[in-house]
């Protein structure tokens, strides 16, 4: 099974997220996050904190 983030471990664990279909249905998938320079709320300032300490730096 490829890494899991740690957003996604419970619901696992908690069977309330499950694999659809064998692994050769996997596909590499990237998500990425652009974020505003601005000064934004101070929510979603928390949010763009924790996005950037599970962030991994590109290869």
């Known amino acids: 099974m490829p890494e899991v983030?740690?957003?996604?471990?419970?619901?696992?664990?908690?069977g309330r997220l499950v694999r659809a279909l064998d692994e050769s249905w996997d596909i590499p998938l990237e998500i990425h996050l652009t974020r505003p320079k601005a000064i934004l709320s101070q929510?979603?300032?928390e949010f763009w904190s924790r996005a950037g300490s599970d962030a991994?730096?590109?290869t």
Do not use: M, R
């Open 5 to 14: 983030p740690p957003v996604t471990e419970q619901e696992i664990l908690d």
């Open 43 to 45: 929510s979603a300032e």
């Open 56 to 58: 991994q730096t590109p």
